[in-house]
């Protein structure tokens, strides 16, 4: 089945077997954070509306859950921020109404659920992931370089006022970026900041692959446990289960990859034009393949380059 709005199923080390919905464009986003694995928000706004025609979604979304997949959950994701979709709610109540047997997650950055209009699309979730990678409006705009009218501190309230309206599983992601929100102060601060969310989880994050800016480098494995205890036993996101072990692993995209990178090198780019898959989803296996081992990368000029591994 050709879809234009659905992806995977893709291998998740948090959600197991997830089909993903990306609802905006490429790098349509209301940040445009130094670490992110698919590039610089080309994009940046607030503005909320029908990126994509929504009847399209509900019939891909109908023609592909009709035939009975075995999934964990229905992922909102992609190479944006998915509530800047204005139907998002509509796509999920259908989802709920004709698929009750799915699970729904939806991965966003926080930014918006400040928004009321936002937070009561997002209610029949099963699963919301916001993330908070600062607590200080100066650390904030150095990590995440947000729309001019978005404040650290809006976020923050925003985020609390839909925890406590909110009746579905809610975890809170913080990626750690060495030198800038792993001091003494950042972390105290965000520790209060968490502390005011009271989300039901903690997953701790860090590079594990390239991101916007190649001088974001990944935390050392002993201070990523030592950040997870202080900020209330986080979990480290890096310390879930292999992708290789989950069964949506397809070894066939896999080797069309490997096979692709042995001809030559390539950017994440380059391989979602040669092979035809979603970014989000070349960037699973990427990274499963760099934690094998097999592959390598390297900064060039015209971008980030995947090579066989000598």
């Not at 909320?48 to 891909?60: A, C, D, G, M, S």
């Not at 991101?211 to 494995?221: C, H, L, R």
Request: neutral net charge.
């Amino acid at each position: 089945m050709e879809t234009r709005y659905l992806f995977g199923p893709v291998p998740s080390r948090r959600l197991g077997v997830s089909l993903g919905v990306d609802l905006v464009p490429f790098k349509t986003c209301s940040l445009d954070c130094v670490y992110c694995e698919c590039g610089k928000t080309t994009h940046l706004t607030i503005s909320r509306k029908e990126y994509v025609p929504v009847n399209e979604v509900l019939k891909e979304l109908d023609e592909y859950l009709r035939k009975d997949p075995q999934l964990d959950y229905i992922t909102f994701s992609g190479s944006g921020e998915p509530t800047l979709y204005s139907e998002i709610g509509q796509v999920i109540n259908y989802i709920k109404d004709n698929f009750p047997r799915y699970k729904v997650a939806v991965l966003t950055n926080g930014t918006l659920l400040s928004c009321s209009e936002v937070s009561d699309r997002l209610k029949r979730a099963d699963m919301v992931i916001p993330s908070l990678d600062a607590a200080s409006e100066n650390t904030f705009k150095k990590i995440n370089r947000p729309h001019s009218s978005i404040k650290c501190s809006d976020v923050i309230s925003g985020i609390a006022r839909f925890r406590h309206q909110y009746q579905g599983d809610i975890r809170l992601e913080v990626f750690i970026v060495p030198g800038l929100n792993d001091t003494e102060v950042e972390l105290r601060q965000l520790r209060e900041a968490i502390q005011e969310i009271r989300p039901g989880c903690i997953q701790l994050n860090s590079l594990d692959r390239p991101g916007t800016e190649n001088w974001v480098k990944p935390a050392d494995s002993l201070e990523m446990r030592k950040i997870a205890a202080y900020l209330g036993d986080a979990e480290i996101v890096g310390h879930f289960k292999p992708r290789q072990k989950i069964a949506a692993f397809s070894k066939d995209k896999e080797q069309s990859i490997l096979l692709t990178l042995k001809r030559r090198p390539c950017t994440a780019e380059d391989l979602e034009h040669i092979l035809n898959l979603h970014m989000a989803e070349i960037q699973k296996y990427l990274q499963a393949l760099l934690e094998s081992g097999q592959i390598e990368n390297e900064q060039l000029g015209r971008g980030v380059f995947f090579k066989i591994k000598k």
